[in-house]
């Protein structure tokens, strides 16, 4: 297994980690900071085994299969963490995990067709986007700088969820063969 590939299966290993310290609060108030601080290097994991693999040509089928899926569980575990706060709405959450089940059901269609779909550039920034709105949900700036932190979290949530809408009709588009020839 390569570095890119191990990389990929440390953000995975990290998201039960990163739960347990969203819903149990172990110290306190600096709880959410050690979640946080887990949540932003599972998140380096995901640049770092991308860039590793490119630069060193080690993309291999199984990073392009389970780095979006690395990506998949950490984010919405992390989405779904936030919902009983109230820091994220629940249709939201829905909508964007919504995505995501189709999404790898294109791409389990795709596979036994023997066709891997590796992950679009709206799909990375996509990805880019929710974690950069799960980072400030996290962190909860309100309490020190008010509302203009509220703009700034709900306009990152809008952003997340169109670029969701966006990425899932691009993939559709773009390997619409595996609708018409993949047995949908």
Do not use: H
């Amino acid at each position: 297994m390569n570095l890119p590939n191990k990389l990929t299966c440390l953000r995975m290993i990290m998201v039960p980690f990163f739960v347990f310290f969203m819903l149990v609060n172990v110290f306190g108030d600096a709880t959410k900071w050690v979640a946080l601080v887990i949540f932003c290097l599972a998140s380096l994991t995901d640049l770092l085994d991308g860039k590793i693999a490119r630069a060193r040509n080690l993309v291999t089928d199984f990073g392009k299969f389970m780095d979006p899926l690395a990506d998949k569980l950490l984010v919405c575990s992390a989405m779904i963490c936030l919902i009983p706060g109230g820091r994220l709405p629940a249709a939201i959450v829905v909508v964007i995990i919504g995505r995501e089940f189709i999404i790898s059901g294109f791409r389990l269609v795709a596979s036994d067709n023997g066709i891997v779909i590796a992950a679009s550039y709206w799909g990375k920034f996509k990805t880019v986007f929710q974690m950069f709105m799960v980072i400030m949900l996290i962190a909860n700036l309100r309490p020190e700088f008010g509302v203009a932190i509220t703009y700034i979290e709900n306009a990152l949530i809008i952003i997340a969820t169109v670029l969701t809408l966006i990425s899932l009709m691009d993939y559709i588009w773009k390997n619409k063969q595996v609708l018409t020839n993949g047995g949908m």
